[in-house]
């Protein structure tokens, strides 16, 4: 691996080349030693910016005096707060600057884009996630519970034998189960239309069923099926040309997220952690 | 192969060929059939959805978005925004619409984006690191909540060029999900008039991609101005309607009689308001708007996830002219006035959740519905009283829109929309078919070509009974079938709203099919409790009581040809175990004493209306 690929080392190269160009290039603007506190024009005129920005017009001179009293005074209490250290140990703070360096690690991904060999492998590992869905064609005959009670799974399986035995008779099946409100015939359903119409369990079921022939019976949230599944026909093999932008996509999550997670644990490793949590009590969660 | 075994493939494949004509005339065959279907589909879906775009939902802390939205509602694992949860819809959807707030339409997420411009100010700064608290109402969140509530309008922030970019950006994330004949993208947005906490909000949906920006209340907060931006858009071809919701929250201005600045509504509002507002949402999280108990004394089923607060303020809202049922007849005693009916709606429901994700599923409830104020167990079984003047378990589970539309395309969903072939639910995706006509046969709903032949003979939900024939009384069919991932049906019922002799808003409710074999008391109307199978402590319950299906067709007993009336179908599923229940049991919490611990999920068509000829 290529070592400027390294996110950590990154990292520490971006926040020197940072510190770089604040330390070159940022004005003084105090002195701790004097207590002098010099708001310089250019900050003066950030202040005018932001307050056109913000309400379409210049300041007044009343207005930009009481902005530069307000900055005046955030500096000296925040100098008098650093001084007095407390910044030490303030929950908000430490939030504040740990999501900073979050902010950091979560950008350094924009700037290793990945090669087509890279997203390729990603591809062929995932190839499950870019494939369509298999169309399946099935009919199914319904038994009522709320008509037949407990003798509904019964009767199912009678009916069932009787289809298998009657091979030269053309049945009705409607004669056989009971009035069902949608439909008795299903026509190139994706997994998901089956889950829409019957519900999960009877989805996964008929997926798995072997196609060719009276099978059942089946539950679902609405009684028993018995089901003849017609045929299946498969998704065609996914093309990574096609789906390359999805791929790129998905890539960018996972990776982010795993050098978050890296460079969380490279952190953490320098550091040897003790947890004394005694005999704190805790409550028992079911979930 | 030999030949016996080939001999069978073709009797049976003859067999499927002609339950295949079969299932035609029915209606609904398999969804993913090309062609599209005259006798039409149904289609779920949700109408009222808010990301980390709508400035409110930014407020509480939700970051999920457009994406997150759309992939939750397909059925993809998407993870809640506030807390890392993984979570996954049951059920996925057929359609839906992501409805942010007009105002600041997408400007949140860019002002504490670091890479955007829009970051660089120092109210941007203040935003993304904020010094002051939460509370502080000059705190950067609480300006621009404030700034909403009283319609003033950050400048920076509402300059065309950016709404118009950001609006752009959400066409394009939705167009990228349409995928036409499977899943809809729905283009909307959601106008937030809230004068002094009344609630006058709209959704404005489009056919197409929509206009080049949305109408916010900072345009205006006046429904008449709205109407006028809705007909000046569809004049350039843009066309659209818009859903009113949360009548409930209203404070009695939603189906009032009045005009919204005074004085009866006369007949160029009354015909506007109907132009541009074809249905109105029944239910969302915050409550349902269907009817109250002080109104509907003698249904049973009236007091149902009821929500009378008005939103943030705490106070009690005024009841009278907030509740759907009423306002449909106080539509008809308005164009008697005026000859055009204001409130001629028909139905949706949504789950104006502000958590980037619909929650219909009262069993797979994961994410609460407004960022951090309820994204944990503990937080949304809270005994505490919110800014809204009641518990967070008081907000629902809810609701979904059906529509019967031929196939699953932007255009034909808007279309049965506009055409009211709608119904709402409770959350739960019961599949209910509702026809009026004068001369169905009795056993109508048991033809093999019920369907069709209601087509020819009537109406579906959503329109005008036809002309009055020798008939004496119309004749409805209704049927209905359970969702498998929910409770059975307990009953159908046909809910009547007229204008009573004293010329005032009336309502009778007959039960057309009841489960399990029960009858109706023919003294009191009345049909016996379907029962409860509800175990509490383990928050399950058994379908061996209610029906997987049921169906009625029924003659209006009391029908007075002189008299206008109004007609529409609740269905009632068997009690089963509230969100909140399912909460508890699964952390091993003790039930909220707040709310009710089980539910009757139900769905409410739109109406069929009929009135005397002249």
Redesign the interface.
């Known amino acids: 691996m290529n070592l400027l690929r390294e996110p950590l080392l990154q990292f520490f190269i971006l926040g020197g080349l940072i510190y770089l160009a604040y330390a070159t290039v940022a004005p003084e603007t105090q002195e701790d030693k004097s207590q002098s506190l010099i708001v310089n024009a250019a900050k003066v005129q950030w202040m005018q910016e932001?307050w056109k920005?913000?309400?379409?017009r210049l300041p007044t001179r009343r207005e930009l005096d009481g902005l530069i009293a307000q900055y005046v005074k955030e500096r000296v209490l925040y100098n008098e707060a650093i001084k007095m250290g407390l910044d030490k140990d303030d929950t908000l703070i430490r939030r504040?600057l740990a999501k900073k360096v979050e902010?950091l690690a979560k950008?350094l991904v924009v700037y290793i884009p990945p090669n087509d060999e890279e997203l390729q492998n990603y591809f062929q590992t995932h190839k499950e996630d870019y494939k369509g869905e298999a169309?399946y064609?099935f009919?199914q005959i319904f038994f009522?519970?709320?008509k037949r009670g407990r003798d509904t799974l019964e009767d199912a399986k009678k009916s069932k034998e009787q289809l298998l035995q009657s091979?030269?008779i053309?049945?009705?099946?409607?004669k056989l189960g009971d009035?069902?409100?949608?439909?008795?015939?299903?026509?190139?359903?994706?997994p998901?239309?089956i889950?829409?119409?019957?519900?999960?369990g009877?989805m996964q079921t008929v997926i798995a069923l072997e196609p060719?022939k009276w099978q059942g019976p089946i539950l679902?949230?609405?009684?028993v099926h018995l089901v003849?599944l017609?045929e299946i026909i498969s998704a065609p093999e996914p093309e990574f040309e096609k789906v390359k932008e999805n791929v790129l996509q998905d890539w960018t999550r996972f990776k982010q997220e795993q050098i978050n997670q890296e460079f969380y644990q490279k952190l953490k490793d320098n550091y040897v952690i003790i947890i004394e949590d005694g005999n704190v009590s805790v409550l028992?969660?079911?979930? | 192969m030999n030949s016996?075994t080939l001999?069978?493939?073709s009797?049976?494949?003859?067999?499927?060929l002609?339950?295949?004509c079969?299932?035609d005339s029915?209606?609904?065959?398999?969804?993913?059939?090309a062609k599209a279907n005259p006798l039409k589909n149904v289609y779920?879906g949700e109408e009222h959805l808010h990301t980390q775009a709508s400035p409110d939902s930014f407020a509480v802390g939700n970051r999920g978005t457009w994406d997150d939205a759309y992939n939750y509602a397909k059925?993809k694992e998407v993870k809640l925004s506030t807390t890392g949860m993984k979570m996954k819809k049951?059920?996925?959807y057929?359609f839906v619409s992501i409805t942010d707030h007009a105002e600041y339409f997408g400007v949140m997420p860019r002002l504490i984006d670091?890479e955007d411009a829009l970051s660089k100010?120092?109210?941007a700064q203040e935003l993304a690191?904020p010094t002051k608290k939460p509370s502080d109402p000059t705190s950067a969140i609480n300006t621009i909540l404030g700034s909403i509530i009283t319609s003033t309008a950050?400048?920076?922030y509402v300059k065309p060029k950016l709404i118009q970019e950001n609006w752009a950006k959400y066409v394009k994330v939705a167009n990228k999900h349409n995928n036409p004949g499977k899943f809809t993208t729905l283009i909307g947005f959601e106008w937030t008039s809230i004068p002094n906490g009344r609630n006058m909000h709209r959704n404005v949906f489009w056919r197409g991609n929509g206009p080049k920006a949305p109408f916010s209340a900072f345009d205006s907060i006046f429904p008449e101005d709205l109407w006028t931006y809705q007909e000046v858009q569809r004049n350039e071809g843009h066309e659209n309607l818009a859903i009113p919701h949360n009548g409930n929250v209203s404070d009695g201005w939603m189906y009032a009689k009045n005009k919204f600045l005074g004085g009866p509504i006369d007949a160029r509002y009354a015909k506007r308001q109907a132009r541009n507002e074809p249905l109105t949402e029944i239910i969302q999280v915050k409550g349902a708007s269907e009817t109250h108990p002080i109104f509907s004394p003698n249904d049973e089923f009236a007091d149902f996830e009821l929500f009378t607060n008005m939103i943030n303020v705490g106070m009690p809202s005024q009841l009278k002219y907030g509740y759907i049922r009423q306002g449909l007849v106080e539509g008809m005693i308005i164009e008697n006035e005026t000859g055009y009916n204001p409130y001629k709606y028909g139905i949706a429901a949504g789950s104006d959740s502000h958590s980037a994700h619909s929650n219909n599923e009262e069993f797979n409830m994961p994410g609460g519905a407004h960022g951090k104020l309820d994204d944990t167990v503990k937080k949304r079984l809270d005994p505490a009283v919110t800014a809204s003047g009641d518990v967070n378990a008081a907000v629902g589970s809810s609701g979904v829109t059906a529509v019967w539309a031929p196939e699953n395309t932007r255009e034909a969903i808007f279309d049965a929309m506009k055409a009211k072939e709608t119904y709402g639910t409770s959350g739960t995706m019961i599949?209910l078919r509702f026809f009026g006509g004068w001369d169905f046969p009795k056993n109508l709903v048991?033809d093999?070509n019920f369907v069709k032949m209601a087509y020819a003979n009537g109406v579906p939900m959503g329109q005008d009974l036809p002309k009055k024939g020798s008939a004496k009384a119309p004749t409805f069919a209704v049927?209905a079938?359970?969702?498998?991932?929910?409770g059975n049906l307990d009953r159908i019922q046909i809910i009547k709203g007229f204008i009573n002799k004293w010329g005032r808003a009336d309502e009778k409710i007959y039960n057309v099919a009841l489960?399990?074999n029960r009858k109706v008391d023919p003294k009191t109307g009345k049909a016996p409790a379907v029962g409860n199978s509800v175990n509490l402590k383990t928050a399950t319950y058994t379908?061996d009581i209610g029906?997987?299906?049921l169906?009625a067709v029924w003659t209006d007993p009391d029908f007075n040809a002189e008299q206008k009336a109004v007609y529409y179908v609740r269905v009632l599923e068997i009690p089963t175990p509230r969100w909140s229940t399912y909460d508890a049991v699964?952390?091993?919490l003790p039930l909220s004493a707040h709310v009710p611990s089980t539910i009757q999920e139900r769905a409410w068509s739109s109406p069929i209306w009929y009135a005397p000829s002249k």
Do not use: C
């Not at chain 1, 053309?170 to 409607?174: A, E, F, G, P, V």
């Not at chain 1, 009035?179 to 994706?190: H, P």
């Not at chain 2, 009797?11 to 499927?16: E, G, N, Y």
């Not at chain 2, 029915?26 to 059939?33: C, I, K, N, Q, W």
């Open positions: 932001s920005k913000r309400w379409n504040q902010f950008d169309l064609s009919t009522d519970p709320d091979n030269s053309l049945q009705d099946t409607s009035v069902f409100m949608t439909d008795s015939y299903f026509e190139a359903n994706t998901l239309d889950r829409k119409n019957f519900g999960s009877f060719g679902s949230g609405f009684g003849y017609k028992d969660q079911a979930s | 016996s001999g069978l493939i009797i049976v494949s003859a067999l499927l002609s339950t295949s079969f299932a029915l209606g609904e065959p398999g969804r993913s059939v779920f059925g049951k059920t996925p057929d670091p100010s120092s109210f690191h950050m400048p920076e599949r048991d093999k049927w079938l359970k969702d498998p991932e929910s489960s399990d379908n029906d997987t299906q169906s699964r952390n091993n």
